[in-house]
């Protein structure tokens, strides 16, 4: 079990000298912690709720999250600014999780598989058909129809009637699932700054004395159809249209860019980060610039 079930031990397993390892790379393990710090380097270390990693006050703890939780059912909806915990209620297709290909669909968005990307297609930080992790910023808690959390659903009216699990990656990115979906990535791509140039985003948002949070490229990820990119494009330049199409998960990118084509391409959320540097230097690039 793991005290910390987010930041599961397959997140930092590897080597940043060579950037190699067994279970990641340098540049996802910097990737993830974009998103998530334990412990930011100020001050000392507050141990006050270890009596929380106890199994019986970790079952309350569990249980108390559910009871607060809100349901989602779409990628965009994970992205609402929130203090919730939201529940994912994921529909296993297998008994085994390592013969659930639905499941390998959903966990490869999020990252959740283990060694090697998932070579052994087992979920990492899984305590009784719950993995938890987060996105945007906001705690999710993935939990398999399996579960015998399931049964504490039940108990609550309030969630009940449950939204209908995504059953692969391509219904979790259907904004039809999501009515606010729009109004959502609107929000959180509202402060975006657009740059020219091989620089990272953080050094790019830090030279006009704001810093980047990582957390918001999911908004990116999000824009399937890359509308709301297009949208803070078009603030600096009318003339940026993604005239030339919208790709997604475009491979040697960490954020959102629009190339010489005007082809607008958005990165895998496995690979998103302020600090790495794009493979196409002479791309306009989105970043997620706050004060």
């Known amino acids: 079990e793991c005290i910390f079930p987010e930041v599961a031990r397959t997140k930092h397993i590897g080597d940043l000298t060579t950037r190699s390892g067994l279970t990641t790379s340098a540049a996802a393990q910097q990737s993830w912690f974009d998103f998530i710090f334990l412990h930011e380097g100020k001050g000392t270390v507050s141990m ?41 209620l994921f529909q296993a297709a297998a008994d085994q999780h390592h013969q659930d290909e639905a499941w390998d669909d959903i966990a490869t968005t999020f990252g959740l598989l283990g060694r090697g990307g998932g070579w052994d297609r087992l979920p990492r930080g899984f305590h009784h058909g719950v ?24 108990k609550l009216k309030t969630l009940l009637p449950f939204p209908p699990a995504p059953r692969n990656k391509e219904e979790l990115m259907d904004s039809g699932r999501c009515p606010n979906a729009e109004s959502i ?22 030279g006009v004395g704001l810093g980047c949070k990582a957390a918001k490229l999911w908004a ?24 030339g199409g919208c790709e997604t998960e475009a491979a ?34 989105a970043c997620p610039c706050i004060n």
């Open 252 to 285: 040697g990118l960490y954020t959102p860019v629009m190339d010489e084509d005007q082809t607008c391409k958005i990165p895998g959320a496995n690979a998103m980060s302020c600090y790495q540097m794009e493979t196409e230097p002479f791309a306009y690039k």
């Open 131 to 154: 993995v938890q992790s987060r996105v945007g910023g906001n705690l999710i808690l993935f939990i398999s129809s399996t579960s015998p959390y399931v049964q504490e659903i039940a």
């Open 48 to 88: 006050e709720a270890m009596q929380s990693a106890r199994a019986s006050t970790y079952e309350e703890i569990m249980k108390q999250m559910i009871k607060m939780g809100r349901p989602v059912s779409c990628l965009a909806d994970m992205l609402s600014d929130t203090e919730m915990p939201l529940l994912f």
């Open 185 to 206: 990535l609107s929000t959180q791509m509202r402060s975006w700054r657009v740059f020219s140039g091989a620089a990272s985003c953080s050094d790019l948002c830090h």
């Open 220 to 243: 990116a990820v999000a824009d399937e159809s890359c509308v709301m990119l297009q949208q803070v494009l078009g603030q600096v330049q009318s003339r940026f249209t993604c005239a």
